[in-house]
Nanobody, 120 residues
Framework: QVQLVESGGGLVQAGGSLRLSCAASGHAFSSYAMGWFRQASGKEREFVAAISWSGYSTSYGNSAKGRFAISRDRAKNTVYLQMNSLKPEDTGVYYC?????????????WGQGTQVTVSS
């Protein structure tokens, strides 16, 4: 069982930056690949970024490429999402998730989410 808790969300002006954190606890977290997703009000959940258990492989959704960066600190059991050049359309609830096999479509554990609001 893996427990995930996101933090770092908030209100920021367009063009600003935020860093989200996802603290994990539980069995064998370091062996899990991790991902970030977001969901805007009235829209479907969208893939943002993912990172392999080693941290050597990453992938990004189209909206995140060139602006966001995912990283992990295995010693701290934490995954980060650095978001730069934020736009109003980045507004939404951001979730982190854990999966046993990097690159798959299914995730095994989810956090409760943290709200990000970007004002114009």
């Amino acid at each position: 069982q893996v427990q995930l808790v996101e933090s770092g969300g908030g209100l920021v002006q367009a063009g600003g930056s935020l860093r989200l954190s996802c603290a994990a606890s539980g069995h064998a977290f370091s062996s899990y690949a991790m991902g970030w997703f977001r969901q805007a009000s009235g829209k479907e959940r969208e893939f943002v970024a993912a990172i392999s258990w080693s941290g050597y492989s990453t992938s990004y959704g189209n909206s995140a490429k060139g602006r966001f960066a995912i990283s992990r600190d295995r010693a701290k059991n934490t995954v980060y999402l650095q978001m730069n050049s934020l736009k109003p359309e980045d507004t939404g609830v951001y979730y982190c998730a854990a999966q046993k096999s990097y690159g798959g479509s299914d995730y095994d554990y989810w956090g409760q989410g943290t709200q990000v609001t970007v004002s114009s």
